[in-house]
């Protein structure tokens, strides 16, 4: 029997297309392309700027801190916006110029500065390139009510910012840095003693560096690789923003907004929303622990360090990127549609962290019992590429027994736990509806800033967590980076950046949603009840 087409409209529930929900979700990447570029920040730092490795984290982290106190203002500047382009599109377009602006004079200009004021340089261009990074990034979550209220609907908006993330996290950034960056701007003394001198005396603080790795200089602290990352990832990102717009272009318009009406919103309103809303004050908690540690685990160093010097396979990050995507888009995807459309964004949370707890311990101890120590021998992947057919023949040779395993358990530990990862956004979208079903105020900017506020201002330790794991065991003035030699102390940092905190965020998971009162049956009855306030204003006006 034929599925019967639902309509756009009915009963106070309005829909998207599918294809507006897919473009939608490319905002998410757009901001995303850029926090991926900017995740080597610390390199350039260390590098170009002139820092020490911990007050390099430390300046990350303080920057993340402005980057939450920016939200509110500009979350204000979205709920008070209602103009010929809309309330979402506008901020999309004003976000993307200045990251692009901002980003192409700092990896282009100052490293041709004075040693003097690069810092000072530096502070003042990402201070507005957060402003930037903002304005777009509010967007994600504040568009999400009036682009559908479809309880059924809004975990499609995750679905497919899952696979954009997979997409671009695992498959497009690793093969562009690892396969083709890296190899072209790593500089070794015996083949580019001549650039590796000229970059020296450009950037005195590399003197250090290539000291310590034998004459040769990684390409993460080469000007060129930041540079070359922010032309390609730029112009990626300004395609996703684009594609965001237009999917917006129907519903960003008055009649999708809260009840349908013009409001006005005070300081009062926020104050009450803070205080009252149990739905947000909780999913602020889960989320924003989770994201901190979350953000230690994916940290650019632990990365390297896990590839490059425990495994002594940095090139095997590639291969194990390409493999493990699919596989785990797949799983994540069938495990939304199952659970978070069928029972709710709250149960889905709920799955992801508990699949999260048992995969790091399951990992955690894999890796204690089986730890290759560096030797490459240990730990071998195929030379397998998505994007390169001749490679596919490959895929099931050259494995060795700890890598097959250890990606065994990875993709069933990121399959399950991003779960409670990516369903996040659209649990902001239900907290803004819950508002209007509280009092009738429409904050969906709020609501998405709020979020960000204490997310940015807890996950902005990420940084310094990771730098401060690293400097207890001996990595003071510079980060490890591929060309560093393996030690337990290292091996230590490592896991527990990358599988031990984790458990710490969704622990706090389990107590947050224990007290968050949005079920499947709670965001039924809320839309039911919006929907009946709109009808009946609608016949009033008849």
Not at 104 to 133: D, E, L, S
Not at 190 to 214: D, F, H, R
Not at 221 to 229: K, S, W
């Amino acid at each position: 029997m034929a599925k019967v087409k639902q309509p756009l409209e009915e009963n106070g529930i309005h829909r998207a297309k599918m294809w507006e929900i897919m473009m939608y979700a490319l905002n998410n990447t757009s901001t995303n392309t850029y926090m991926v570029v900017v995740g080597y920040i610390s390199y350039f730092l260390i590098g170009i700027v002139g820092l020490a490795s911990v007050l390099a984290g430390s300046i990350v982290t303080i920057m993340r801190v402005w980057d939450g106190v920016t939200d509110p203002f500009v979350g204000m500047m979205v709920d008070k916006t209602n103009g010929k382009f809309g309330k979402n599109r506008p901020f999309i377009a004003i976000g993307q110029i200045i990251m692009f602006a901002t980003t192409f004079v700092m990896f282009n200009f100052i490293p041709k500065m004075g040693t003097g004021v690069r810092f000072i340089a530096f502070i003042i261009i990402y201070m507005i390139y957060i402003i930037g990074y903002t304005c777009q990034c509010v967007v994600t979550k504040s568009a999400q009510t009036c682009l559908t209220n479809d309880p059924k609907q809004r975990p499609i908006f995750a679905m497919c910012d899952t696979v954009y993330n997979i997409v671009l996290m695992n498959i497009m950034f690793p093969i562009i840095v690892t396969d083709v960056l890296v190899p072209k701007f790593t500089l070794t003394a015996e083949a580019n003693a001549a650039e590796i001198a000229s970059l020296v005396a450009q950037n005195p603080a590399l003197a250090g560096i290539v000291e310590k790795s034998g004459g040769s200089l990684s390409a993460f602290y080469n000007p060129g690789l930041f540079t070359t990352m922010q032309l390609m990832f730029g112009g990626l990102s300004a395609v996703f923003a684009v594609c965001a717009i237009i999917a917006l272009w129907r519903k960003d318009n008055p009649k999708y907004f809260g009840l349908g009406t013009t409001q006005k919103v005070g300081i009062k309103d926020y104050v009450d929303t803070l205080a009252h809303n149990r739905a947000i004050q909780m999913l602020v908690v889960s989320a924003s622990t989770d994201k901190l540690f979350m953000s230690t685990k994916s940290n650019a160093t632990v990365m390297i360090c896990l590839f490059g010097i425990i495994f002594g396979n940095y090139a095997a990050y590639s291969s194990y990127s390409q493999i493990t995507s699919i596989p785990i888009c797949l799983i994540s995807i069938l495990l939304m549609n199952k659970i978070a459309r069928q029972m709710g964004q709250k149960a889905s949370m709920l799955v992801g962290t508990w699949g999260g707890i048992i995969g790091s311990i399951a990992i955690t101890l894999f890796l204690f019992f089986f730890n290759p120590k560096g030797d490459a021998s240990k730990f071998s992947l195929p030379a397998f590429r998505l994007i390169r057919p001749d490679t596919w023949g490959t895929l099931f040779t050259g494995w060795t027994t700890t890598a097959l395993i250890f990606v065994l358990l990875v993709i069933a530990w990121s399959g399950v736990q991003a779960l409670s990862s990516s369903i996040v956004i659209t649990m902001t979208a239900d907290c803004a509806d819950y508002e209007v079903y509280r009092t009738g105020k429409y904050v969906p900017g709020l609501m998405g800033t709020l979020f960000s506020f204490v997310d940015k201002l807890v996950s902005s330790l990420a940084a310094t967590v990771v730098a401060l794991f690293y400097s207890m065991v001996g990595f003071k003035d510079a980060l490890p980076d591929t060309m560093t030699p393996y030690s337990d102390g290292i091996f230590w940092a490592t896991i527990g950046c990358f599988v031990l905190l984790p458990i710490v965020g969704w622990l706090c998971n389990v107590v947050a949603m224990h007290f968050y009162p949005l079920t499947k049956e709670k965001m039924e009855e809320i839309q039911a009840e919006i929907g009946r306030i709109k009808a009946e204003a609608a016949a009033k006006q008849a």
